[in-house]
């Protein structure tokens, strides 16, 4: 069974740092891009960041690009997302997704998200 | 950057009814499109990837179809289940992204 368990989440103040973690099992996680989406409160999805299975291919949404820094352990069966720069816009639950293939293309499971506030 | 717009926002429907949601996207995406359901308080699930190959487990009343810029989520009759919001999302460029949503309600 697929579980991914997210963590790092918290309550930031604007303009400084979190780092996300994404522990995953169940499966080979060196054989699937990973991605990161986020739900800010009451709203949809948005795409955030993804990494193919070897970090050959990354790419980030526009609204993060520059701040948002993505990255995996294949080794420790993990995924990260370094946050820098963080603004009240970027408050939301983020999700940590399995892709579906090597290359950054749809997610297929979904972890049950950590929750990020940016406020003074 | 391409834009996914949903339509319509919500959707009341009866339960046994068919459903019909659209997704449209700003430049052409080919079949590189996929359909997500998402219940309150729940993850986003996986229904429908490359326009119309259904995932693992979904049942055959979820169809999808089109392809280019204009896409189609079909529930031939729905089930109580089934009222929850959709998204679609475009997998074809860099960004990739998610169309706003589309809320199924119970009418």
Known sequence: EVQLVESGGGLVQPGRSLRLSCAASGFTFDDYAMHWVRQAPGKGLEWVSGISWNSGSIGYADSVKGRFTISRDNAKNSLYLQMNSLRAEDTALYYCAKGAEQLVRMPDYWGQGTLVTVSS | ?107
């Open chain 2, 1 to 107: 950057e391409i834009v996914m717009t949903q339509s319509p926002a919500t959707l009341s429907v009866s339960p046994g009814e068919r459903a019909t949601l659209s997704c449209r996207a700003s430049q052409s995406v080919s079949s590189n499109l996929a359909w997500y359901q998402q219940k309150p308080g729940q993850a986003p699930r996986l229904l429908i990837y490359g326009a119309s190959t259904r995932a693992t487990g979904i049942p055959a009343r979820f169809s999808g179809s089109g392809s280019g810029t204009e896409f189609t989520l079909t529930i031939s009759s729905l089930q109580s289940e089934d009222f929850a919001v959709y998204y679609c999302q475009q997998y074809n460029n860099w960004p990739r992204a998610f169309g706003g949503g589309t809320k199924v309600e119970i009418k």
